[in-house]
């Protein structure tokens, strides 16, 4: 079983910054992709960025404010968050997929971290 922990959110004025931890354990072989979604109150929960061995790709409304990155060796992902607006306000997940123990494929979700932007 993988479990994923997340850190980071909270609140913060618009223009201001925040980074979002997500460290994956358990029995990991490898990891495919890792992700950060976010769901607003009473909307979808939608991809902010994705980040892959070969890729990243973000959602545009947060191209050019949020930076995804991985740390293989800690198999964490990270989200840097600048210049942060109102409509950034909401929930954010980690999200992980890969294979344990080198045959099961794997997709786990983080319990999710507030983030208010005020403005």
């Known amino acids: 079983q993988v479990q994923l922990a997340e850190s980071g959110g909270g609140l913060v004025q618009a223009g201001g910054s925040l980074r979002l931890s997500c460290a994956a354990s358990?029995?990991?072989?490898?990891?495919?992709?890792m992700g950060w979604y976010r769901q607003a109150p009473g909307k979808q929960r939608e991809l902010v960025a994705r980040i892959t061995s070969g890729s990243t790709n973000y959602d545009d409304s947060v191209k050019g404010r949020f930076t995804i990155s991985r740390d293989n060796a800690k198999n964490t992902v990270y989200l840097q968050m600048n210049s942060l607006k109102p409509e950034d306000t909401a929930v954010y997940y980690c999200n992980v997929g890969g294979r344990v123990n080198l045959i099961r494929s794997f997709n786990s979700w983080g319990q999710g971290t507030q983030v208010t932007v005020s403005s």
């Open positions: 358990g029995s990991i072989s490898s990891i495919n992709a």
